[in-house]
Every structure is written in C-alpha cells, then in structure tokens.
C-alpha cells in the first residue's frame, strides 16, 4: 500500500462546506449542471470536467493564499 493519505482526517473541518461552496460556484461559472446538495454524485460528468473542477480550485486558493502572504487586500478572482 502506498504511504500516502492514511485517512481522511480534515485538518479545518469547518473548511468543508466552504471547499463545497467553492467547488459547486466554479461548476455553474463553467457550465457544468451540477445541482448542490445532490449528495456529491458526478456520475454523469466526465472526468475532464471533475478534472477542470479540482484545477479552478486550486488556482483560486493558490491565489487568495498568494494575496494572504502578500498582505494584500483580499480580491475574488
């Protein structure tokens, strides 16, 4: 077995609904029709699209962490 991820411990469980808030936002500004609350099932998407997901997330919390470190004034991307 691969010495990754152990469990799926979260380090801010309050973070959760926030990532969830975020992860359903980027998929209505690309198009995706994904319905919040329909208990995380993406069967129906491809795997570009869950892929194109996680990838808008990350740039946009690698962006709000860049602007923390910075100092600078907090700015929606």
Known sequence: M?????GKAQLVPAAHQ???NLKYEIAA?????VKQG???Y??????RDCGAVGGNMVRRMIAFA???LAGAP???V
């Open 2 to 6: 691969a010495q990754g991820q152990q």
């Open 18 to 20: 926030a990532l969830d």
């Open 29 to 33: 500004e690309i198009g995706l029709p």
């Open 38 to 40: 329909s208990e995380d």
């Open 42 to 47: 993406w069967g129906e998407l491809t795997s």
């Open 66 to 68: 860049e602007q923390h």
């Open 74 to 76: 907090q700015a929606t």
